[in-house]
């Protein structure tokens, strides 16, 4: 069944919320087949537990999605993340041909769907919809949120 944009932002921000839980960066990403409405990947942040740069939620949300399809061209798919997309996801985003990428929170620091830069405006071979500030404040929350318990968290070690 299809849902709303921010049924499924909802849904990306209980995995952030799972990765922020597990002391990562609270991100969380779905992938959604277009035309049923089915969540076919989901990732969250895993950068610190797996000690890789890769594990991104988009990363991982597209590499499951790609896999449960059974092919990297993830046509029919749209992309819902709880903060907009760094310059790596953006290429993942790209290849993997994803239809519409949902957004919630904009990232000054590094986000390239028009934050920092807007990667999606440069003449590569896909271009997907985009869509920025779904359930913003709530994403910006989570993500706000786990950084002020960090910061308390090491002035108590202090």
């Known amino acids: 069944m299809i ?7 909802k849904k990306a921000l209980e995995l952030a919320r799972a990765a922020g839980g597990e002391g990562e960066v609270p991100v969380g990403a779905i992938v959604v087949k ?14 610190e537990g797996s000690k890789s740069p890769l594990a991104h939620a988009e990363i991982t949300a597209i590499d499951t999605a790609s896999k449960k399809l059974g092919g990297w061209r993830l046509i029919d798919c749209e992309l819902f993340v709880t903060l907009e997309p760094c310059p790596m996801c953006v290429g993942a985003i790209i290849n993997s ?9 904009y990232d000054a620091k590094a986000g390239s769907c028009g934050s920092v830069i807007d ?3 440069l003449p590569y ?16 929350q989570v993500l706000s949120d786990f950084f002020k318990k960090l910061r308390e968290t090491k002035r108590q070690k202090s």
């Open 34 to 47: 277009k035309s049923t409405g089915e969540i076919v990947g989901c990732g969250y942040n895993k950068r």
């Open 119 to 121: 990667l999606f405006e």
């Open 3 to 9: 849902q709303s944009d921010e049924y499924y932002m």
């Open 125 to 140: 071979n896909h271009k997907p919809e985009l869509i920025g500030g779904v359930l913003e404040s709530e994403c910006s």
């Open 97 to 105: 041909r994803i239809e519409r990428v949902v957004f919630g929170a």
